[in-house]
């Protein structure tokens, strides 16, 4: 079991709120992955999941129990660390060994469980190696390894890939998700890296400011951003974000900004102002004599293009439509020369819209105003 329920936590250093006021459950084998941009606070978040660091205010249970104030050796959680906290002058197999001889376990106990969890991460080989005679990789398995030993409730992890090189890092993550779904056991893990989260998360809580701007399946998180920030923060490209304007024409809703017409849906709204998001994804390139460049609902940009940039299997095209560069994903059998005038068009379907002054979505509601979600 691992279900942990964090009530409105929060920690403050002098003059700096870290963490502001967080609410989030995590069930019993949930892959949680805590996102955000580098000083967020997620550090701090998990620091005081693991009994590292006192909460400023708020609580936290572990299994129905309140362990706000629990030591952190009481807390039956194992962390790994970015650094990944080796001892240097012990061997791979007494590393393993060290958190469960600190709780005077069976020495053939010790030896068995060793030697399988050294087995689960294919260690079994380096297992007289001191520390200092291992690749980056080795170490962080042998980390991850020693986490293991002790069958924890959950593992708490703090960018645990960041030391190692690209290629590397993807198998590690592929490993990680492997062992989560082999385990079923509740991970917690930090990261900045949007790929990582989308990939290993069953949950992503995605952190603004020491503030948990959204919390869902990665799914969730990319399809229904629930603000400017998530829509911006998830995606590579970014989501290109336009400032428009949100008002009634002729009987249908619609969304304008310089060179930008989308016509929505039936219905009526206040004029407001709203910032529009469109994935570069769901983008399509056309010549402005095209048919497809005028369709009849959905949003169509006029723009001229800048420049594009050939990733290999595909290619992102930027245009200038107004004020906003707009990125556009493409097949490589799409060719524009740098200055052709282009139109964008996306289906009504696939468009966010944001109030602009919260910065929250706005969910359509038929027939009425949409309101921005809490
Ligand atoms: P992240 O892990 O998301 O990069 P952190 O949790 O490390 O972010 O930090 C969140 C904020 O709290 C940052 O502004 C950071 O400078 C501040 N902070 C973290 N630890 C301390 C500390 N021990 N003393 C003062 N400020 C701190
Ligand atoms: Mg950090």
Redesign the pocket.
């Known amino acids: 079991m691992g279900r942990l329920v964090l009530k409105q936590l929060s ?1 403050s ?2 003059n ?4 502001n006021n967080i609410s989030l459950t995590v069930d019993d084998g949930d892959f949680l992955v ?1 996102l ?12 005081m999941i693991a009994g590292l ?1 006192e909460p400023t205010s708020g609580s936290l249970e572990l299994d129905g129990l309140d362990i706000t104030n629990a030591p952190s050796k009481k807390r039956d959680l194992a962390m790994v660390f970015q650094s990944y906290a080796l001892y240097p002058h012990l061997s791979v197999a007494k590393n393993l060994a060290f958190p469960l001889s600190v709780r005077k376990t069976d020495k053939q106990l010790v030896k068995e469980r060793v030697q399988q969890v050294a087995e689960m991460v294919e260690i079994g080989h380096l297992l007289d190696r001191k520390p200092k005679e291992l690749s980056g990789g080795q170490r962080q398995r042998v980390a991850v390894a020693r986490a293991l030993v002790r069958e924890p409730k959950a593992f708490l992890m ?2 645990p890939l960041s030391n190692l090189d690209a290629k590397l890092r993807t198998a590690t993550r592929q490993e990680l998700a492997g062992l989560h779904r082999r385990l079923g056991a509740t991970f917690i893990y ?1 990261t ?1 890296d949007q790929v990582e989260a989308m990939t290993m998360a069953t949950k992503i809580a995605l ?1 603004n400011g ?1 503030q948990l701007e959204q919390l869902g399946t990665p799914e969730e998180l990319y399809d229904k951003p629930a603000s400017v920030f998530a829509a911006g923060f998830l995606g590579s490209p970014a989501t290109n974000l336009i400032d428009a304007e949100l008002s009634t024409s002729n009987g249908m809703v619609t969304v304008m900004a310089p060179s930008v017409e989308a016509v929505l849906w039936p219905g009526e709204t206040p004029r407001r102002d709203a910032v529009l998001g469109i994935r570069p994804e769901h983008l399509s390139i056309h010549a402005p004599s095209s048919a497809a460049a005028a369709p009849n609902s959905g949003a169509a940009l006029r723009g001229v293009v800048e420049l594009s940039e050939n990733l290999g299997s595909e290619q992102i095209i930027y245009c200038r439509v107004g004020e906003n560069r707009v990125a556009v994903r493409a097949s490589r059998s799409e060719r524009w020369i740098d200055g052709s005038a282009v139109v964008l068009s996306a289906d009504a379907g696939c468009l966010h819209l944001f109030d602009k002054a919260s910065g929250r979505r706005l969910e359509w509601q038929p027939a009425s105003v949409p309101a921005p979600v809490a």
């Open positions: 920690r250093f002098k700096v709120t870290a963490v805590l955000g941009p580098s000083g967020c606070g997620k550090t701090t978040l998990l620091r660091l703090d960018e930090v900045h952190l020491g």
